[in-house]
């Protein structure tokens, strides 16, 4: 099956800094990446999203990038604020009929002031 | 619209006991799972419904643990006997149903501490 690494266990940096977050993945056949925010006590919430057919995508002060061929996939915060302290969750779902995701073990993100 | 709506919120059990958790998903969407997500990790895949159809339950430790989507609505997951390593936040989620690649729901999960 799937296996997803992820790293670092925690980051901390300053407000107005940029936080990267790295996954890889194990299986040559998974094919959707999305990033999930679970901030503490709360649900996880889908973030941003990539395919495999596509090697960047951005929304606002968040983009991920995905190299295929190295089997790995990043989460780019730019700018950071107060709010963007949270657990962020790497997934990655293999081709198949079954939909369930392999999430990493989190990464939690700690914003300085 | 209304979320995922998963119950009890909190239950303390002592282990052997049995425990049963409860979960709505969003109205129309066709896909259910549930997730077990211990402290520190990440959430782990126990068992996926396509309507009321099992489509993967290959990680559910189908000696202890059952689950059932009877009408392709609500679903349980139980667990019986309970160990100490059960002591998680079970989360429940939907989707659409449509296709790999969809957006996931959660609930707000059961937190289950096992004494």
């Known amino acids: 099956g799937e296996n997803v690494e992820q790293h670092p266990s925690t980051l901390s940096v300053q407000e107005g800094d940029s936080a990267v977050i790295k996954c890889t993945y194990s299986d040559s056949a998974s094919n959707y990446f999305p990033w999930y925010k679970q901030e503490l006590g709360k649900r996880p919430q889908l973030i941003i ?3 495999s057919n596509v090697g960047e995508k951005k929304d606002q002060r968040i983009a991920v990038t995905l190299n295929k061929t190295a089997k790995h996939f990043s989460l780019h915060i730019t700018e950071t604020q107060p709010e963007d302290s949270a657990v962020y969750f790497c997934a990655a779902h293999s081709g198949g009929g079954a939909d369930g995701l392999t999430f990493g073990k989190g990464t939690h993100l700690i914003i300085q002031p | 619209e209304a979320g995922v709506a998963q119950s009890p919120r909190y239950k303390i ?11 709505n998903p969003i109205s129309g ?6 997730y077990q997500q211990i402290l520190g990790q990440g959430p ?4 996926q419904f396509q309507n009321n159809g099992v489509v993967d339950d290959s990680q559910l430790p189908k000696d202890r643990f059952s689950a059932e989507r009877l009408k392709g609505v609500d679903s349980t997951l139980k667990i019986q006997p309970a160990k100490l390593e059960d002591s998680a936040v079970y989360l429940c989620a939907s989707s659409l149903g449509g296709g790999y690649g969809e957006k996931l729901f959660f609930g707000s999960g059961t937190q289950l501490s096992v004494l």
């Open chain 2, 13 to 23: 059990i002592e282990k052997r006991q049995s425990v049963a958790f409860w979960c």
């Open chain 2, 44 to 47: 782990k895949l126990l068992i």
């Open chain 2, 29 to 34: 969407h066709a896909t259910l799972y549930w």
């Open chain 1, 49 to 51: 999203d990539i395919r």
